[in-house]
């Protein structure tokens, strides 16, 4: 509510309880379109969080799609949008499979390991056999597939492991 002639500073001056009224009026509409913003910011992230649920879920079956960081971006989206969808995706069994152990900072478990081997073994055979006229290809995807072997189990507890039998 603008006086007309009078506004900003000298509008308190002038008319003091309007200045007022105008500043309390002000700020309830400010709380109103943070609360209506926080709102939207909180279904955004429940949809993503239910997009991330539905291809993790969905990469869980197929070997070609990760089920991972769709996942973690479920986790993410829930834990900010809403406290019961977060209890919900922290108890499914998807989440226990696939998360549970990263979050608590052990690693991937050699199940896990081994599935991703396994897979990536035979995409990449796949890839070996078409590539028969090419072998500079071939040698590429060989180091490849040999950097896998040799990092995928590398997480440092075995090696630690290993040094304190030996003592």
Not at 47 to 71: E, M
Not at 133 to 153: A, D, K, S
Request: aromatic letters at 10%.
């Amino acid at each position: 509510m603008v006086i007309k002639g009078f506004s900003g500073p000298r509008m308190i001056f002038v008319h003091p309880v309007t200045a007022i009224r105008h500043v309390v009026e002000t700020k309830k509409e400010k709380k109103r379109l943070e609360h209506k913003f926080m709102n939207i910011k909180k279904i955004l992230y429940m949809i993503l969080g239910c997009v991330g649920v539905g291809l993790g879920a969905v990469g869980a079956v197929l070997p070609l799609l990760p089920a991972f960081p769709f996942l973690m971006l479920a986790a993410f989206c829930f834990a900010r949008s809403s406290e019961k969808l977060n209890n919900w995706f922290i108890h499914t069994k998807l989440y226990k499979n696939n998360l549970e152990s990263f979050v608590k900072g052990q690693g991937m478990t050699w199940r896990t390991k081994i599935k991703i081997m396994v897979t990536v073994t035979v995409l990449m055979s796949i890839g070996f056999i078409m590539m028969d006229q090419v072998p500079v290809g071939r040698i590429v995807l060989g180091c490849v597939w040999l950097f896998h072997i040799r990092n995928i189990g590398d997480t440092g507890a075995c090696r630690n492991l290993l040094q304190r039998e030996a003592f």
